[in-house]
């Protein structure tokens, strides 16, 4: 069996979940919900269970290379890559998979977003373990995520014909559908979420970047050999900012020959607003539940608060409420509005006010 | 003229300010609204108007002695009376009026709660001016509000026949009352709101304790001979927790012969509740307010919110909230149920969480 890896990408600096998000700390750093650990550590406990931790890389900014050491202190150092400049997922995969290369030439690769939530991470390794073994023929591989409501927050991918155990050929990427679309696409019943999630291996995906997007295969072809000289850090940090701004989905996906899609359902969830930390956390019996900090409610109902360790929250009387508590700046908004939080930062960003960005 | 005083009573250990009134921080020592100095400061400086600050005393529990002193460091020190214990009004009030009197023999002295709110401050001098000259005569006179609502939070004077030069006699002293009652009298139009403010020269009310608080009458006697041979302070803090614990109101107030009253229209208002600091603070279009910190609203109204300096607080979507964030514990409440606040004080009590009280 060839040497599997996962690579997560940490390339976030979501503003959805202002204040706790913030430049310096994007949505994979943070707790939501209650779980106890960060999206990003939760994302690699399950893929190091899968492949080993030795086998799993982290691509992020450079300038979250502390935190992302910090959350990750049994990552080996060689394995936390830091790009000097953000440019789109195609150029951090294709920097992965040569390095990866190098270490194992039949290496097979899952690419996994670093901030999803995986309520069922028993069936999670077994469709990632189904979608690392079809890689593994040559094939590229993504994971569809069986939709359980018409979403337009979500890319689809259209599903064809079967492809052997459990995998089908991908008909299509779809993109954002409107209202109407999603509702058609959920009677129809052969549409899947795009769940971001990429499977190949490590010479698949390079061939297929030198075919399509050459001036990065160039890149990693340089970068092979700068490391045969001990120089490939100097040499990323000169090239990384030319590189092409592309994603993996527009400048190789949608290009490739025939990809393969594994359906799974595991309680996955992007997450996209303070909303979706509410519905993942456990609640009281009157459905309020709390990230840090303390709860007391009065006469409360469906709220979520987040704050320090040590600092009470005190509820009366509100329902359906969303306070976050930081160090800086408090965030009130109900829960129905979650995703307005970017018209706060839009305001902050017009004033000028980096000190709360 | 006899030489004025003004006794100002900041022996509040209110819970209804919670989290920013706690137990070491009553709510005189607060900034209620956005006047940029404490209800405490605010009090002493028109006292200090209209008597001069050299006779203006303040008398507060020892246990406030220090943020007293730092709130009002014009004050001379002997103005500074610390209550050994609490023991409601009656003996604070004889204690300052036996060392005012041993100052200067005809002195008249104006009695004045700490922490409300005067909306105009011209009207307020005026009338405490009226009051203090009513006093000179020999009299007990009270201040009471003209009532502008049927409100059933305070209670009533019942105003009696005239006794010249806009000063009545007071018919009676009228408990809180049910609605009804309060929208009867607030028809009947002889009935004031009792302010708890009180002015006498420093003879009669210490004829008055004597008489209807003789143990109290001999306390002054004590202090007057401990302070003598300059023993006071020593004397007070062995006897004043031994005083019986006796608000003005009901130990000589309901007993005296004939006390005056002087109606006023101020802008009083005793802030009952975080409602009432949203109601006193000046706001912007759409109604929102805030005390300490920042507020940026987006689709917000009605809303009232406070933090520390330098601490932004984001409102989204929401309305007549009050939001109160201190160092440890932050409250989100309707206005509407602001008084609520006390549910979750007596919850904190049961729970034995005094490090929120």
């Given at each position: 069996?060839?040497?599997?890896?996962?690579?997560?990408?940490?390339?976030?600096?979501?503003?959805?979940?202002?204040?706790?998000?913030?430049?310096?700390?994007?949505?994979?750093?943070?707790?939501?919900?209650?779980?106890?650990?960060?999206?990003?550590?939760?994302?690699?406990?399950?893929?190091?269970?899968?492949?080993?931790?030795?086998?799993?890389?982290?691509?992020?900014?450079?300038?979250?290379?502390?935190?992302?050491?910090?959350?990750?202190?049994?990552?080996?150092?060689?394995?936390?890559?830091?790009?000097?400049?953000?440019?789109?997922?195609?150029?951090?995969?294709?920097?992965?998979?040569?390095?990866?290369?190098?270490?194992?030439?039949?290496?097979?690769?899952?690419?996994?977003?670093?901030?999803?939530?995986?309520?069922?991470?028993?069936?999670?390794?077994?469709?990632?373990?189904?979608?690392?073994?079809?890689?593994?023929?040559?094939?590229?591989?993504?994971?569809?995520?069986?939709?359980?409501?018409?979403?337009?927050?979500?890319?689809?991918?259209?599903?064809?014909?079967?492809?052997?155990?459990?995998?089908?050929?991908?008909?299509?990427?779809?993109?954002?559908?409107?209202?109407?679309?999603?509702?058609?696409?959920?009677?129809?019943?052969?549409?899947?979420?795009?769940?971001?999630?990429?499977f190949f291996?490590?010479?698949?995906?390079?061939?297929?970047?030198?075919?399509?997007?050459?001036?990065?295969?160039?890149?990693?072809?340089?970068?092979?050999?700068?490391?045969?000289?001990?120089?490939?850090?100097?040499?990323?940090?000169?090239?990384?900012?030319?590189?092409?701004?592309?994603?993996?989905?527009?400048?190789?996906?949608?290009?490739?020959?025939?990809?393969?899609?594994?359906?799974?359902?595991?309680?996955?969830?992007?997450?996209?607003?303070?909303?979706?930390?509410?519905?993942?956390?456990?609640?009281?019996?009157?459905?309020?539940?709390?990230?840090?900090?303390?709860?007391?409610s009065v006469?409360?109902?469906?709220?979520?608060?987040?704050?320090?360790?040590?600092?009470?929250?005190?509820?009366?009387?509100?329902?359906d409420l969303?306070?976050?508590?930081?160090?800086?700046?408090?965030?009130?908004?109900?829960?129905?509005?979650?995703?307005?939080?970017?018209?706060?930062?839009?305001?902050?960003?017009?004033?000028?006010?980096?000190?709360?960005?």
């Amino acid at each position: 069996m060839a040497q599997r890896f996962v690579v997560v990408m940490a390339g976030g600096s979501g503003t959805r979940f202002w204040p706790a998000s913030r430049a310096e700390r994007p949505k994979q750093f943070l707790q939501i919900g209650d779980s106890g650990e960060t999206l990003l550590q939760a994302t690699v406990r399950r893929a190091a269970a899968l492949v080993g931790k030795d086998q799993v890389f982290v691509v992020t900014n450079a300038r979250h290379g502390e935190p992302t050491r910090e959350q990750l202190p049994d990552l080996p150092a060689d394995n936390v890559m830091l790009e000097p400049a953000a440019r789109n997922t195609a150029p951090c995969i294709a920097w992965a998979a040569g390095r990866i290369r190098r270490r194992s030439a039949d290496a097979v690769i899952g690419v996994l977003p670093a901030d999803p939530h995986i309520g069922d991470e028993k069936a999670f390794a077994a469709v990632l373990d189904r979608a690392l073994s079809a890689a593994e023929g040559g094939s590229v591989v993504t994971i569809g995520i069986e939709p359980n409501r018409p979403e337009t927050g979500y890319g689809y991918v259209d599903v064809g014909d079967p492809a052997g155990d459990g995998v089908n050929h991908v008909r299509a990427f779809v993109e954002k559908p409107t209202r109407e679309k999603a509702v058609a696409f959920l009677e129809a019943g052969h549409y899947l979420w795009n769940s971001g999630m990429f499977f190949f291996r490590a010479d698949t995906i390079l061939r297929e970047v030198e075919r399509h997007l050459p001036e990065l295969g160039e890149f990693v072809t340089k970068c092979d050999d700068a490391a045969a000289r001990g120089q490939e850090a100097p040499f990323v940090q000169d090239a990384y900012a030319g590189l092409p701004k592309v994603s993996i989905d527009y400048g190789v996906m949608e290009k490739a020959d025939d990809i393969l899609v594994v359906p799974g359902s595991f309680g996955w969830d992007d997450i996209g607003s303070w909303s979706a930390a509410w519905e993942l956390a456990r609640k009281d019996g009157d459905g309020n539940a709390h990230g840090g900090g303390e709860q007391l409610s009065v006469d409360s109902r469906g709220c979520y608060t987040t704050t320090r360790e040590g600092k009470l929250v005190a509820l009366i009387g509100v329902e359906d409420l969303i306070v976050v508590d930081t160090g800086d700046a408090l965030l009130v908004v109900p829960r129905d509005r979650a995703q307005d939080v970017r018209e706060v930062v839009d305001a902050l960003r017009e004033g000028e006010r980096g000190e709360f960005l």
